[in-house]
């Protein structure tokens, strides 16, 4: 049972273009929301959260965005970089729990 | 060291040997998280540990694995008879406090593989 998802495995944009990463989660309990990015032979690095009480929070080129009714959130960038290229982790976690859970990862390919 | 360290990077083992992977947390981080991703999968939650104790280990898929962590710092992650899909990378992650998901620093993982 997948709490969440990433239903696009990977994604291209052009240099300069947005992008944008969505995720879907079924756990209604979930309160905080994070995106992770993960160049390959690395650890994932922190990069984004949004609290529950809030629909948008913004950090330089990043946004991320929350509709809790619809239980989706989704990653902005703008504008998008070659140095952006990387898998991105939605991930969650509900208040009272240490346990964040990841989504499958988004390929996000950016061409100069 | 400045960040958490995993060793080995790579590990190549045969079916049925059994495997130690090591993790160094970062210097007074309490919080001590093994994850593992399998190919084409998120990262799986294994078990956490706060200080030396490990209140959840309920991501350990059976009880082929096991771990430990010592003097609050060094953990190590084994697992008994490894069978083919063992394989997957297996990554550390450390936090200063609790709950503070977000300031969870990862290793760069250990790649297990099991032939």
């Known amino acids: 049972d997948q709490q969440v998802k990433q239903n696009s495995p990977s994604l291209s944009v052009q240099e300069g273009r947005i992008s944008i990463l969505n995720c879907d989660y079924t756990?209604?309990?979930?309160?905080?929301f994070l995106w992770y990015k993960k160049y390959p032979a690395e650890g994932p690095t922190f990069l984004i959260s949004?609290?529950?009480?809030?629909d948008k929070n913004e950090d330089g080129r990043f946004t991320v965005f929350l509709n809790k009714s619809a239980k989706h959130l989704s990653l902005h960038i703008v504008p998008s970089q070659p140095g952006d290229s990387a898998v991105y982790f939605c991930?969650?976690?509900?208040?009272?729990?240490?346990?964040?859970?990841f989504g499958k990862g988004t390929l996000l390919t950016v061409n100069p | 060291g400045a960040g958490v360290s995993q060793s080995p990077s790579n590990k190549v083992t045969e079916k049925g040997k059994d495997v130690e992977l090591r993790c160094d947390p970062i210097?007074?981080?309490?919080?001590l998280y093994w994850y593992r991703q399998s190919l084409g999968q998120g990262l799986e939650f294994l078990i956490y540990?706060?200080?030396?104790?490990?209140?959840?280990k309920s991501g350990l898929p059976s009880d082929r694995f096991s771990a430990e962590r010592t003097g609050g710092s060094v953990s190590t992650l084994t697992i008994q008879r490894t069978q083919q899909e063992d394989s997957a990378v297996y990554l550390c992650?450390?936090?200063?406090?609790?709950?503070?998901?977000?300031?969870?620093?990862f290793g760069s993982g250990t790649q297990l593989s099991v032939l």
């Open positions: 991930a969650a976690y509900a208040g009272s729990n240490y346990k964040l859970t």
């Open positions: 949004i609290s529950s009480i809030k």
């Open positions: 540990f706060q200080g030396n104790s490990a209140p959840d």
């Open positions: 210097s007074g981080h309490t919080a």
């Open positions: 756990n209604s309990m979930f309160d905080y």
């Open positions: 992650a450390s936090s200063n406090g609790q709950l503070t998901n977000e300031k969870l620093f």
